[in-house]
């Protein structure tokens, strides 16, 4: 049982350049969810599933994008980045929203220069 | 309404002391209030959550302490250990709410 995984653990892109985050898990749960974590700022929700093929926007949406086609994986798009994206990345998952608990993944570091 | 506020931002303890980190929130609606502890290089875990019919619970040396009337909560680590030092979240959300509305974390170091 690997739990959340994503990958790359770390990347570095040029400003323009787009990448995807993949982020799977092996729960079979329901909700998945992506945050940034900027230094001082806590957890920030970029976009967050309550199931295959339904999506929604979160706190700071801007300049990314989702899907879920299905419901162990869910990757976020980057597209054009900038340098106010470099933040570290991590997946959550839980098997209900409300009351359960968020499984997060280990994160990428994203460096956008 | 939405905002957790999370106090202090860092906090340094000496080992066997009892670091408090305090949450204050608005929504009324809320209704359960878990704490995440993030070592570095990892991703958050859940550590302790409260609901507000208990006005405290305890894990092992984690408590936390709950206020209604104030709407604050706060999380006491008994006999703090250098393994203790990371950085802590609470958080707090409501039945039907798909979300968890996080506070800004604080950075909490041990020193033996």
């Known amino acids: 049982n690997a739990g959340v995984t994503q990958t790359p653990k770390f990347r570095i892109l040029k400003i323009g350049q787009s990448m995807t985050l993949q982020c799977t898990q092996d729960?079979?749960?329901?909700?998945m969810y992506w945050y940034r974590q900027d230094p001082g700022m806590g957890l920030k929700l970029i976009y967050y599933?309550?199931?295959?093929?339904?999506?929604d926007k979160g706190e700071v949406p801007n300049g990314y994008n989702v899907s879920r086609s299905t419901t162990e994986d869910f990757p976020l798009r980057l597209e054009l980045a900038a340098p106010s994206q470099t933040s570290v990345y991590f997946c959550?998952?839980?098997?209900?929203?409300?009351?359960?608990?968020?499984?997060f993944g280990p994160g990428t570091r994203l460096t956008v220069l | 309404q939405q905002q957790v506020k999370q106090s202090p931002q860092s906090l340094i303890v000496q080992k066997g002391g009892i670091p408090i980190i305090n949450c204050a929130y608005e929504?009324?609606?809320?209704?359960?209030f878990p704490w995440y502890q993030q070592f570095p290089g990892k991703g958050p875990a859940l550590l302790i959550a409260?609901?507000?019919?208990?006005s405290e619970k305890k894990e092992g040396r984690f408590t936390i302490s709950f206020n209604k009337s104030a709407k604050q909560f706060s999380l006491h680590i008994m006999d703090s250990q250098p393994g203790d030092s990371a950085t802590y979240f609470c958080?707090?959300?409501?039945?039907?709410?798909?979300?968890?509305?996080f506070g800004t974390g604080t950075r909490l170091t041990i020193i033996p």
């Open positions: 959550a998952s839980s098997s209900s929203g409300s009351y359960n608990e968020q499984f």
């Open positions: 729960m079979n749960h329901n909700y």
């Open positions: 599933s309550v199931g295959a093929g339904i999506t």
């Open positions: 929504n009324t609606a809320f209704d359960y």
């Open positions: 409260i609901r507000p019919d208990v």
């Open positions: 958080a707090a959300t409501h039945f039907g709410n798909e979300k968890l509305t």
